[in-house]
């Protein structure tokens, strides 16, 4: 089946709507081209849309230049794309199709540079929604060049001067900025990069007054298990079924939270309760974050290098492992829960929720997505709670311990000459690992300088204050510990 899914794979209806959002203003920028933003925000929209409620459209970048690939599949298909929503609901098993067209606009902002400055000036933005992992919201020094910035709050900053430049430092024109990293306080850690490019860049003082005073940057919090393009076999069947191919298809659980820290008045921009969505207004994130960030993605985090070192391909697969299965369970329960300030039946409800999406049938989601940056995930979604017991005078359960062991021995890495990272399974499996340059070329110089003492190799990242932000070499006896357990494989068959 040749046919993809663009303009011409349409009806005549399709056609018209496709024609109204590629003529309408962009009213957002979106820095991020991966699944999760489609199966979530972009889906979003595209309620809206439906119902009426958004006349505007999206323009989507790349925060990276690795990803212009899936760009040029976007525009390749003219802006669109097929989310897939399976699971259960309300206890009834659910399977929707959707066409999502929100995207006016899909280019490579680094060879098209001048085209993303453009935009920036447009009079018409009003937001801008981001996903660039943990590891793309950092502050890295940087210089200007006169060509794209790499960093993606560099180009936030630089982007608002010349919004700034453009419109005189119109107190009108400051942009809604919405973060979806899963950062604690992800807006304020963005507008904080990017108030210290605007002073390494040496822009005016009234610039950064214009920052502070006209823009909004919102801290959120995002829940939705979104595996991306599914299984081969599946994709194939569901291509014959539509007669059409999609090369972004895209599968993502019912389940869908937004959590933003704001005044519901903002709902007049973006009117995404008034759809129906699960979407919250709220003027302390503080609960859905902790929960969410330590509970779901701290056990995502914890089982995704110990389910790869195991050869385990899936998270449903490592729910259903004799012994890893429970052990994720107790590790939620007994070591995670007794660190968070709630109350103790609101934790497991919330935990017991968890795992049964983790068990969706229908969701295959990938250990080898989630593991992508697993290093800035750890610090912030397990190390919190490694610090609680370290601070306390507490012994490290030995669980948590396990899974940085696993972290550390996952990175195990060596760089070949296409500059790829690969790591091999307690079996002599190869598996890739995606992570920043420059921290795994650090993880790899660790590793072959300790040569065959992993002792040493762990001691050495862990008190790398470079990779961490801070030294963990407090915690090196326990992870020696079960690192030394999960080389010997004990309890893992």
Request: proline share 5%; aromatic share 10%; with cysteine.
């Amino acid at each position: 089946m040749s046919l993809l899914l663009n303009r011409a794979a349409l009806d005549e209806r399709g056609r018209g709507r496709l024609d109204e959002v590629q003529g309408a203003p962009v009213t957002i920028l979106q820095i991020g081209e991966g699944n999760f933003l489609r199966g979530f925000t972009d889906w979003m929209i595209q309620a809206c849309r439906n119902q009426g409620l958004f006349s505007g459209s999206i323009a989507v970048v790349q925060p990276r230049p690795s990803g212009r690939a899936k760009i040029e599949k976007l525009a390749a298909q003219d802006g669109m794309y097929t989310l897939v929503t399976q699971g259960l609901e309300n206890g009834q098993e659910v399977c929707r199709k959707e066409t999502i067209g929100v995207f006016s606009q899909a280019f490579d902002p680094y060879s098209e540079w001048k085209r993303l400055l453009e935009l920036a000036a447009s009079p018409e933005l009003r937001i801008v929604i981001s996903n660039t992992t943990e590891a793309g919201l950092v502050y890295r020094p940087e210089k200007l060049t006169g060509g794209p910035i790499q960093s993606y709050p560099g180009k936030i900053a630089y982007l608002l001067y010349e919004r700034y430049k453009t419109f005189l430092g119109d107190p009108e024109k400051g942009l809604i900025l919405l973060p979806c990293e899963l950062l604690e306080r992800n807006g304020d850690v963005l507008k904080a990069a990017v108030l210290q490019y605007s002073k390494d860049w040496k822009f005016p003082a009234a610039f950064h007054d214009w920052i502070k005073q006209h823009n909004r940057f919102l801290s959120s919090l995002v829940d939705r298990i979104v595996p991306g393009y599914p299984e081969e076999a599946q994709a194939e069947a569901w291509f014959h079924e539509w007669g059409y191919r999609d090369e972004l298809l895209c599968t993502a659980e019912p389940y869908h939270l937004w959590a933003i820290e704001a005044e519901p008045e903002l709902e007049a921009i973006l009117p995404l309760r008034k759809a129906g969505l699960n979407v919250h207004w709220t003027d302390d994130l503080k609960p859905f974050q902790q929960q969410k960030v330590r509970i779901l993605n701290g056990a995502h985090t914890w089982m995704a290098p110990l389910g790869i070192l195991h050869d385990i391909e899936h998270v449903r697969a490592f729910m259903e492992h004799p012994e890893f299965g429970a052990a994720v369970r107790e590790t939620v329960w007994r070591d995670i829960l007794p660190t968070l300030p709630y109350g103790e039946n609101e934790l497991k409800t919330y935990a017991d929720s968890v795992f049964d999406r983790f068990g969706n049938p229908y969701i295959r989601h990938r250990l080898a997505d989630i593991a992508m940056n697993s290093m800035g995930k750890f610090s912030v979604r397990l190390m919190p709670t490694l610090a609680h017991y370290a601070e306390s005078g507490e012994a490290i359960p030995a669980r948590l311990a396990l899974g940085l062991a696993a972290l550390l021995r996952y990175y195990k890495v060596t760089k070949g000459s296409d500059g790829e990272f690969t790591g091999t399974s307690l079996k002599g499996i190869r598996y890739v690992v995606r992570d920043d340059s420059n921290a795994l070329d650090r993880i790899a110089g660790h590793w072959q300088a300790a040569g065959a003492s992993n002792a040493d190799a762990i001691g050495a990242i862990l008190a790398d204050k470079e990779l961490w932000g801070s030294s963990w070499s407090g915690l090196a006896e326990s992870v020696i510990v079960q690192s030394e357990v999960l080389e010997r494989g004990e309890g893992n068959e």
